[in-house]
C-alpha cells in the first residue's frame, strides 16, 4: 500500500474556476477530432505517471469499454477525499470541478516533477464527459462520486472497504462536443508504449474489451529499451547502446543513444514525460555537446585529417537515433501544447552531462568511436556533394525563370493559394490531365517511371534523379538547408496515380520523399492524394462511377435488371478521356481527395522505415500482417 501521509487536501492549491470548457473546447484540448479525443485519455494517463515519478505507483491499467466508456485505474496514492479548505467542497471534488486546482502548484505541492503541469487536465475531461465516475482508494475505504458535463450527481460517499491505495476514473466523452466518439487501439497502444518507456519500472496494462486485445509493457530498461525497438529493423554501428543517468541541481537527465548505417536522424525529447516535439534547451544542449565530442575525439584520434574541416551538426546526425528524457520541479513551457522546453539551466546541464559520458563512452570504446567518426565523415562527403547537386538544381530553376521544367504543364495564375500541382503517372494520364484541368490554377507534372527509393539514398544521389529535379523546381521552396516554405509556388499538391500495384508503388515513393525532405509541406496541410473511380457504370442514359467494389455493387442493386448494363474497369488515368477525369478527380466541386497527415511522426517513420528500408524481413512480415486488410488489389 502506497504512503499517503503528507498528501492532503492542503496540497491541492486552486487558481481559478472551472469556466467555459464545453463553449471553447479546443482552447484546453487542441481540437474536437480524433486527437482532442485521445487527448483526454492523456490527461488521465498523464496523472497517473506524475503518481510513478514520484516513486508512489507501481501499475497502471487502462480498459476501453464496449460501452464507449475508457477507464484509468492507478495504484498511486489516490486523490484526497478530505474537506479543501478554501472551496468547502472534497478535494476529489475540488479537482474534478475547479480550472487549475491540483497537487502540482506551489511549494507544498504534492508532486516534485509533474506532466500535467497546469492541472487543467481532469476538470476538463469531467466538463466534456456525459458520466464521469471517479473511485478513489485510500485510508482503507472506497470512496465514490458521479458527474456529468462537470456537474456532480451526487455527495461523496463511501462505498466500501479496501486494503489498497490509489484512484479509478471511469469517463464517457460527450458526443455533442466531438466529431466521433471512438478510441483507436493502435494510438491508445502507442501513447502507452511510450509513456511506459519513458517511465522505468512502471506496468501499464491496456485492455480493449470491444474485441478482447490486452497487452503490457513494462520497461526495466527504460529509454535504453526504446531506443532498441526503434533500431530493431536497422543496421547499428557497434553492439553497445549509449546511455547515461543523472541528478543535478536542476533535476535529473537521462540520455539512451545509439549510431545506424540509414541516413535519417531519429531522436525524440522529453519533458517530465511530455513528448516535446518542437524540441528546446534540453535538445539544444545535446546537439551541442555531441557536435563538439565527436569532433574532439576523431581530432584527438587522427581519425580526421588536418586539412578537413570540423564535422557539422548535420553531419553528426545522420543515423542516429536517440531519446533525451529530462525531469524538473518547474518547466517552463512555450504554449499550452508544451511542444518545447524553455528552462535554459537545462540547456547547460545536458551539454555538460552528455558531453563528459559521451566522451568518456567513445574512449573505452574505440570500435564503436571509429564507427561512429566514419560515419560521421562519410555524412560530409556527401554533404559536399550534395551542395554541388542543390546549387546546381536551383541555378537551373533560376536560369529556366518561368518556363520551369519542360514537362511541367504550369497554371497561368500566380496566386499561389489557389493554385494546385497534380503530380501524375506516365505521359498517357499526363495527357488526359493537361486537357482536362482548369488551366487558370491547375498544373500537371507527369513523371516517367518510378522515382529513386529515398529511403536508401543520401541527398546527393537524390538530387541527381532528373524527375526529383523536376519536382523540387516546379514545387519551388527549395531543399535541405535552402528549404523555404515562403516560397511554395502551390498551394494543393496533389499525387494522382493509377489505382494498381504500381501506382501505388510510385505513390509511396512520392510520399518517402514528401515524409523525409519535404515534412513542413506535409504539416501544413499542402499535400493530398487524388482519388480517381475504379469503375463506370452506364445503363441507357445512366450513368455513375464507382470508387470502391462496395460503391460499385450497392448501386449496382439500384438499376432494372432487365437493361443492359455496362461496367467499365479503369485500369490507369490514361484510359479516362479529359472531361471524365476532370468530372470525377479533378473538379473541385465534386472530387474526393485524402489529405495526408502526420498524426504520429514516430509510428509514420517507423512505416517507411519498414516499407522503403534495406531490410526484406520486416517488410515481408508487415505484408503477410496488412494482406487481408487490402479492400483491393490488381495485379
Given amino acids: 500500500m502506497a504512503d499517503n501521509k503528507g498528501y492532503s487536501a492542503d496540497n491541492i492549491t486552486v487558481l481559478e474556476g472551472?469556466?467555459?470548457?464545453?463553449?471553447?473546447?479546443?482552447?484546453?484540448?487542441?481540437?474536437?477530432?480524433?486527437?482532442?479525443?485521445?487527448?483526454?485519455?492523456?490527461?488521465?494517463?498523464?496523472?497517473?505517471?506524475?503518481?510513478?515519478?514520484?516513486?508512489?505507483?507501481?501499475?497502471?491499467?487502462?480498459?476501453?469499454?464496449?460501452?464507449?466508456?475508457?477507464?484509468?485505474?492507478?495504484?498511486?496514492?489516490?486523490?484526497?477525499?478530505?474537506?479543501?479548505?478554501?472551496?468547502?467542497?472534497?478535494?476529489?471534488?475540488?479537482?474534478l470541478t475547479v480550472l487549475h486546482a491540483g497537487g502540482k502548484f506551489g511549494e507544498g505541492g504534492g508532486y516534485k516533477v509533474s506532466g500535467g503541469?497546469?492541472?487543467?487536465?481532469?476538470?476538463?475531461?469531467?466538463?466534456l464527459s456525459t458520466s464521469l465516475k471517479a473511485?478513489?482508494?485510500?485510508?482503507?475505504?472506497?470512496?465514490?462520486?458521479?458527474?456529468?458535463?462537470?456537474?456532480?450527481?451526487?455527495?461523496?460517499?463511501?462505498?466500501?472497504?479496501?486494503?489498497?491505495t490509489g484512484t479509478k476514473i471511469t469517463f464517457t466523452p460527450d458526443p455533442e462536443i466531438f466529431e466521433l466518439v471512438d478510441f483507436k487501439w493502435d494510438i491508445v497502444m502507442n501513447r502507452l508504449r511510450q509513456q511506459a518507456y519513458l517511465t522505468k519500472g512502471v506496468t501499464i496494462k491496456v485492455v480493449d474489451e470491444r474485441d478482447d486485445k490486452k497487452y503490457e509493457f513494462h520497461f526495466e530498461g527504460g529509454i535504453k529499451?526504446?531506443?532498441?525497438?526503434?533500431?530493431?529493423?536497422?543496421?547499428?554501428?557497434?553492439?553497445?547502446?549509449?546511455?547515461?543517468?543523472?541528478?543535478?541541481?536542476?533535476?535529473?537527465?537521462?540520455?539512451?543513444?545509439?549510431?545506424?548505417?540509414?541516413?535519417?536522424?531519429?531522436?525524440?525529447?522529453?519533458?517530465?514525460?511530455?513528448?516535446?516535439?518542437?524540441?528546446?534547451?534540453?535538445?539544444?544542449?545535446?546537439?551541442?555537446?555531441?557536435?563538439?565530442?565527436?569532433?574532439?575525439?576523431?581530432?584527438?584520434?587522427?581519425?580526421?585529417?588536418?586539412?578537413?574541416?570540423?564535422?557539422?551538426?548535420?553531419?553528426?546526425?545522420?543515423?542516429?537515433?536517440?531519446?533525451?528524457?529530462?525531469?524538473?520541479?518547474?518547466?517552463?513551457?512555450?504554449?499550452?501544447?508544451?511542444?518545447?522546453?524553455?528552462?535554459?539551466?537545462?540547456?547547460?546541464?545536458?551539454?555538460?552531462?552528455?558531453?563528459?559520458?559521451?566522451?568518456?563512452?567513445?574512449?573505452?570504446?574505440p570500435a564503436e568511436g571509429r564507427g561512429v567518426v566514419g560515419k560521421c565523415a562519410l555524412a560530409a562527403r556527401a554533404r559536399l556533394a550534395a551542395r554541388a547537386a542543390r546549387d546546381t538544381v536551383i541555378r537551373k530553376g533560376a536560369l529556366e525563370g518561368m518556363t520551369l521544367p519542360g514537362k511541367l504543364a504550369d497554371c497561368s495564375t500566380r496566386d499561389a493559394s489557389i493554385s494546385e500541382l497534380f503530380i501524375v503517372e506516365g505521359d498517357s494520364a499526363g495527357g488526359s490531365a493537361k486537357q482536362g484541368r482548369n488551366r487558370e490554377f491547375q498544373a500537371i507534372l507527369p513523371l516517367r517511371g518510378k522515382i529513386l527509393n529515398v529511403?536508401?539514398?543520401?541527398?546527393?544521389?537524390?538530387?541527381?534523379?532528373?524527375?526529383?529535379?523536376?519536382?523540387?523546381?516546379?514545387?519551388?521552396?527549395?531543399v535541405s538547408e535552402t528549404f523555404d516554405l515562403t516560397k511554395l509556388r502551390y498551394n494543393k499538391i496533389v499525387i494522382m496515380t493509377d489505382a494498381d500495384v504500381d501506382g501505388a508503388h510510385i505513390r509511396t515513393l512520392l510520399l518517402t520523399l514528401f515524409f523525409r525532405y519535404?515534412?513542413?509541406?506535409?504539416?501544413?496541410?499542402?499535400?493530398?492524394?487524388?482519388?480517381?473511380?475504379?469503375?463506370k457504370i452506364t445503363?441507357?442514359?445512366?450513368?455513375?462511377y464507382a470508387y470502391h467494389d462496395e460503391e460499385k455493387e450497392e448501386f449496382m442493386k439500384s438499376l432494372d435488371s432487365d437493361k443492359k448494363i455496362s461496367v467499365q474497369r479503369y485500369k490507369g488515368l490514361g484510359e479516362m478521356n479529359p472531361d471524365q477525369?476532370?468530372?470525377?478527380?479533378?473538379?473541385?466541386?465534386?472530387?474526393?481527395?485524402?489529405?495526408?497527415?502526420?498524426?504520429?511522426?514516430?509510428?509514420?517513420?517507423?512505416?517507411?522505415?519498414?516499407?522503403?528500408?534495406?531490410?526484406?524481413?520486416?517488410?515481408?512480415?508487415?505484408?503477410?500482417?496488412?494482406?487481408?486488410?487490402?479492400r483491393n488489389l490488381d495485379i
Fill in 539 to 544: 445503363q441507357g442514359s445512366k450513368t455513375a
Fill in 117 to 127: 503541469l497546469h492541472g487543467v487536465g481532469v476538470s476538463v475531461v469531467n466538463a
Fill in 225 to 365: 529499451s526504446y531506443v532498441r525497438h526503434i533500431n530493431k529493423n536497422k543496421e547499428a554501428i557497434g553492439n553497445e547502446i549509449v546511455y547515461i543517468e543523472r541528478e543535478v541541481p536542476e533535476g535529473s537527465i537521462e540520455v539512451a543513444l545509439q549510431y545506424t548505417q540509414a541516413f535519417q536522424e531519429t531522436v525524440y525529447t522529453f519533458a517530465n514525460n511530455i513528448h516535446t516535439t518542437e524540441g528546446g534547451m534540453h535538445l539544444t544542449g545535446f546537439r551541442s555537446a555531441l557536435t563538439r565530442v565527436v569532433n574532439s575525439y576523431a581530432r584527438k584520434n587522427d581519425l580526421l585529417k588536418e586539412k578537413d574541416d570540423n564535422l557539422t551538426s548535420d553531419d553528426v546526425r545522420e543515423g542516429l537515433t536517440a531519446i533525451i528524457s529530462v525531469k524538473l520541479a518547474d518547466p517552463q513551457f512555450e504554449g499550452q501544447t508544451k511542444s518545447k522546453l524553455g528552462n535554459a539551466e537545462m540547456r547547460t546541464a545536458v551539454e555538460t552531462v552528455f558531453g563528459e559520458a559521451f566522451m568518456q563512452f567513445l574512449e573505452e570504446h
Fill in 581 to 630: 477525369l476532370w468530372e470525377t478527380t479533378m473538379d473541385p466541386d465534386r472530387r474526393s481527395m485524402l489529405r495526408v497527415t502526420i498524426d504520429d511522426a514516430e509510428r509514420a517513420d517507423k512505416v517507411f522505415d519498414t516499407l522503403m528500408g534495406s531490410e526484406v524481413a520486416p517488410r515481408k512480415k508487415f505484408i503477410q500482417t496488412h494482406a487481408k486488410r487490402v
Fill in 18 to 95: 472551472l469556466q467555459a470548457v464545453r463553449k471553447r473546447p479546443g482552447m484546453y484540448i487542441g481540437t474536437t477530432d480524433i486527437a482532442g479525443l485521445h487527448h483526454l485519455i492523456w490527461e488521465i494517463v498523464d496523472n497517473a505517471i506524475d503518481e510513478a515519478m514520484g516513486g508512489h505507483c507501481e501499475n497502471i491499467v487502462v480498459v476501453i469499454h464496449a460501452d464507449g466508456s475508457l477507464s484509468v485505474d492507478d495504484d498511486g496514492r489516490g486523490i484526497p477525499v478530505d474537506k479543501h479548505s478554501r472551496t468547502g467542497k472534497s478535494a476529489l471534488e475540488t479537482v
Fill in 135 to 164: 473511485e478513489i482508494y485510500r485510508d482503507g475505504k472506497v470512496y465514490f462520486q458521479e458527474y456529468s458535463r462537470g456537474d456532480a450527481l451526487c455527495e461523496l460517499k463511501v462505498i466500501g472497504k479496501t486494503d489498497r
Fill in 455 to 478: 529511403e536508401q539514398a543520401r541527398l546527393d544521389k537524390i538530387l541527381a534523379n532528373n524527375e526529383i529535379k523536376a519536382l523540387i523546381i516546379a514545387i519551388g521552396v527549395g
Fill in 518 to 535: 519535404f515534412k513542413p509541406l506535409i504539416e501544413g496541410g499542402h499535400l493530398h492524394i487524388a482519388q480517381p473511380p475504379l469503375y
